[in-house]
């Protein structure tokens, strides 16, 4: 299996290159395998593993597990980051940063951050909400029994809202790309 590990990281960096898997004999001149038979052969032990799977016409595609990547270096540790952040993926979205506002929370410019999608928060969450038709990220606060949007960078005023304050969704993660 430690040739296999080999292939399937290679087959990693091919879909993530064409965002497509390679024809069976495609896989054998990009892994360097002689024969069809031995080509086959991986292919059916990364089906087994779970890896890969055929399509009603017969192409191969990842699975999710073809995704996973390992945590501290243990196979038996792998994990999407699908499965590790999102528990409803219906109304998940990543929304991407603009500014340095949230930078004390460690949020920085140009950062996805994952959002549930929810019409209500509870005080202290990080939100996206609604305020004059423009959507903010801030920290969710009372202040005088309102609802206040609270930036984590002292250069920024709090936002309070004159009219209704609406929701979009809450930060349940966050993903930078260094």
């Known amino acids: 299996m430690a040739n296999d590990r080999s292939y399937l990281a290679s087959l990693q960096d091919y879909y993530a290159r064409h965002r497509a898997l390679p024809s069976y004999a495609s896989i054998g001149t990009l892994l360097g395998l002689r024969s069809k038979s031995s080509v086959a052969a991986l292919v059916a032990r990364l089906k087994l593993a779970g890896y890969l799977e055929s399509t009603p016409d017969r192409r191969l595609a990842p699975t999710s597990r073809f995704f996973a990547r390992p945590v501290d270096d ?32 460690g949020i920085l410019d140009g950062d996805l951050v994952v959002v549930e999608k929810r019409v209500s928060a509870e005080k202290g969450e990080i939100v ?20 206040v949007l609270r930036p984590e960078n002292k250069a920024y005023p709090v936002i309070r809202p004159e009219g209704a304050l609406e929701i979009f969704g809450v930060m349940i993660g966050l993903v930078r790309k260094l």
């Open 128 to 147: 996206v909400a609604i305020v004059d038709n423009q959507f903010t990220l801030k920290r969710l606060d009372l202040e005088g029994g309102q609802f």
């Open 74 to 105: 243990a196979e038996a540790d792998a994990v999407t980051i699908d499965d590790y952040l999102i528990e409803r993926p219906s109304s998940t979205v990543l929304v991407r940063v603009k500014g340095d506002s949230m930078q004390d929370a």
